[in-house]
């Protein structure tokens, strides 16, 4: 059992209003403690998935199998949390947060990869430019749903670094990302998650290289000047939580881990949405891999297609693929999504997922997952 004093209030799925977000003008004074106060609660969280010593044990997680797929050669480990409405009420109340209170489902994906930039795999510096630099881009460029994103606000937090939890952190960034996600038009809506999004890694040459990511929900966004996605007509917008640590081992490979917990706001019960959780956020592992390997390969053609360095040719005649705002394509496969038929009436989606009382709960998630997969989903 978890204990609500290892709990804090901000890596929640209830979010953070606008109204606690920091100032559009803050300085190093304003946003270091609260940056501080992220991580100070964010890092012992995940760090009980995946402990970084021996001694360090999973009690807090329960392991939901792995999975495989061709596009990585590193398996996915699966493990989930269950944190129960009664300790985080108690959270709620000992921090005056006034907002719906519900058991929270977190399901996290572990795998290790090697340092490489080649098929299967990515490299330390892939890692780093995707995650760290062009989070957004890169969710958006691999991620078959997404077909909008904007980054409304940005704060400068040149200067900070902290100590927390034995290391030292730089390199910080903290901005409000907006994603929009198709979940199967025309019978479902849109999905627009605008997040908190902070990130930064281990000062260079104070311990192996490791970068953190925490993403936030701000659910009033919409209220704020700052909004685009999130305040267009008929916005639907919905909620996750997540933690990613991404980091090298001792070994020279690359650790990747993420926990997250989230709500597609939809008429979809909150408990189908959790069951279907544990067996899809594993995807984003081969959807990454499968996608860096063909940016090399756009990359390799477009070197090896280069006039020589004595050529008459002009320089800046190809340029790199663009990131666009809408995806040109229908997917053709599904990524971490836990509201793939939310718009579907509770006695349509009844048949696929209400079978617990009858079979076994293995075979009811079996079932939950395959609706899920069915069809086109958030990124959660």
């Known amino acids: 059992m978890s204990s609500e004093n290892e709990l804090g209030p901000l890596v929640r799925r209830w979010g953070l209003p606008v109204k606690q977000l920091p100032s559009a003008t803050a300085g190093i004074d304003e946003l270091q403690p609260f940056v501080a106060s992220i991580l100070k609660e964010a890092i012992p969280f995940i760090d009980t998935a995946a402990p970084k010593t021996p001694s360090g044990a999973k009690k807090l997680w329960k392991s939901k199998g792995s999975k495989s797929s061709p596009d ?81 606000q940005r704060w400068d937090c040149t200067g900070i670094e902290l100590e927390e939890a034995g290391q030292s952190w730089d390199k910080f960034s903290l901005v409000v990302e907006e994603m929009r996600h198709k979940v199967g038009r025309p019978v479902l809506k849109d999905r627009t998650f605008p997040v ?10 104070t311990g192996a290289p490791e970068i953190f990511i925490v993403s936030i929900p701000v659910p009033d966004f919409a209220t704020s000047d700052k909004a685009n996605l999130s305040k267009e007509k008929g916005a639907q917008i919905a909620f996750y939580a997540s933690i990613e640590r991404i980091r090298k081992l001792e070994d020279g490979k690359i650790e990747w881990l993420l926990g997250t917990a989230s709500d597609a706001a939809g008429v979809l019960p909150l408990w189908i949405q959790d069951l279907a959780l544990p067996g899809i956020i594993w995807k984003d592992v081969p959807l990454f891999l499968g ?34 705002t809408e995806a040109t394509t229908e997917p053709t496969a599904t990524t971490s999504d836990a509201a793939a038929v939310e718009e579907t009436k509770p006695e349509e989606a009844a048949p696929e997922v209400t079978t617990s009382v009858e079979t076994s709960k293995a075979a009811e998630e079996s079932k939950v997952e395959a609706t899920a997969e069915g069809t086109e989903g958030a990124k959660v």
């Open 72 to 152: 990585s050669t590193a398996k996915v480990e699966i493990i989930e949390r269950v944190i129960s409405a009664k300790e985080l009420q108690a959270v709620a109340a000992k921090n005056g947060i006034k907002a719906k209170v519900e058991e929270e489902t977190w399901a996290a994906r572990l795998s290790v990869h090697e340092d490489a930039a080649k098929k299967g795999t990515a490299s330390w510096d892939e890692f780093d430019h995707s995650f760290r630099l062009e989070h957004g881009k890169t969710e958006m460029a691999f991620t078959p749903t997404v077909i909008g994103a904007n980054e409304a």
């Open 291 to 324: 996608w860096i390997a063909k940016e090399r390969g756009k990359a390799d053609a477009k070197d090896s297609s280069a006039p020589p360095a004595d050529s008459d040719a002009k320089e800046g005649t190809e340029d790199a693929p663009q990131v666009t």
């Open 196 to 205: 908190l999004q902070l990130s930064c890694a281990v000062k260079e040459g």
